[in-house]
């Protein structure tokens, strides 16, 4: 059975509460538990970056219902790769609000605010995508 880490970065559909946003995380985390995914999921001003990590039967399936979700859109897939182990192991989906949070070196080329990708490779943005997500990962250790 293959691993899969899938990273992908998406934008609001309207203004989303604290309350709705707490809603995604509780269900993400009752789901991902259900079928051992596990992952990372950054929002900053009306934008989300997520990664998550399990069979690529999971992953997919998972996927799929997120894609299909309407309190989001613009969905960019930056990376879908086969992976030996977990890096993000910790959570069934990690949560971070990073407004006002300043950017580390590694992710030069990701615009924090709106965590969205600035023109650069889709290899470039699938890199500086995943130090951003490992960095605030390890503050939370
Ligand atoms: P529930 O979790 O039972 O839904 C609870 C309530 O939330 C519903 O009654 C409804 O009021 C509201 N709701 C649910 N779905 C929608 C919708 N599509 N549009 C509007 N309101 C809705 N799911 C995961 O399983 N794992 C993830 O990692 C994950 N990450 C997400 C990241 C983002 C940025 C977003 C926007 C969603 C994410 N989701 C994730 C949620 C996923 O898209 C589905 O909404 C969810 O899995 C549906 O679960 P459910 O049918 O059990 O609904």
Redesign the pocket.
């Known amino acids: 059975m293959s691993l899969v880490q899938l990273i992908y970065v998406?934008s609001?559909t309207s203004e989303l509460s604290d309350a709705e946003l707490d809603?995604?995380l509780?269900?993400?985390v009752?789901?991902?538990a259900e079928?051992e995914?596990t992952?990372l999921?950054l929002?900053a001003e009306g934008n989300?970056m997520?990664v998550?990590e399990g069979s690529e039967a999971a992953i997919d399936e998972?996927y799929g219902?997120?894609c299909?979700?309407?309190?989001?859109k613009n969905l960019v897939l930056l990376s879908r790769e086969v992976i030996e182990n977990r890096q993000f192991s910790r959570w069934h989906?990690g949560y971070r609000r990073l407004d006002g949070v300043s950017v580390p070196p590694s992710s030069a080329y990701l615009d924090l605010a709106r965590l969205r990708p600035d023109g650069h490779t889709v290899e470039a943005q699938a890199g500086d995508a995943l130090a951003l997500l490992r960095h605030f990962y390890e503050l939370n250790r």
């Open positions: 998406s609001v809603r995604i509780e269900s993400s009752r789901h991902n079928q995914i992952g999921l929002y989300f997520q998550l998972t219902r997120i299909a979700d309407a309190r989001h989906m």
